[in-house]
């Protein structure tokens, strides 16, 4: 009689990829905030800072510091709320122009 390995619960593995997943977006999001010297590119504020995609991941953005800025919250609802736009197509090239 052969003897069948017991089968690994999918949940583990899903459960072990999304902590695999946050643990390299903390990475990330560490070298985003160090390059940009925690603070706000828009306005320089140092506290309550979110790491903000340049092209959204729905069209095509990755989740890498080449991609990513450093935006205070205020600034990126206004980003999101298109009164704040974005110019630029990569982290070190972006500027800024407020909505009127």
Do not use: Y
Not at 22 to 32: H, Q
């Amino acid at each position: 009689m052969v003897a069948f390995p017991k089968p690994r619960p999918k949940l583990l593995d899903k459960r072990k990829a999304k902590a695999s997943k946050a643990s390299d977006w903390r990475k990330v999001r560490a070298v985003v905030m160090a390059r940009d010297g925690h603070r706000c590119r828009a306005c320089g504020l140092t506290n309550g800072l979110d790491a903000h995609h340049v092209v959204a991941r729905s069209l095509g953005g990755k989740d890498k510091a080449t991609n990513l800025i450093a935006l205070c919250r205020p600034c990126h609802q206004s980003v999101h709320g298109h009164v704040l736009l974005l110019h630029g197509g990569t982290a070190r090239t972006v500027m800024f122009e407020w909505v009127r």
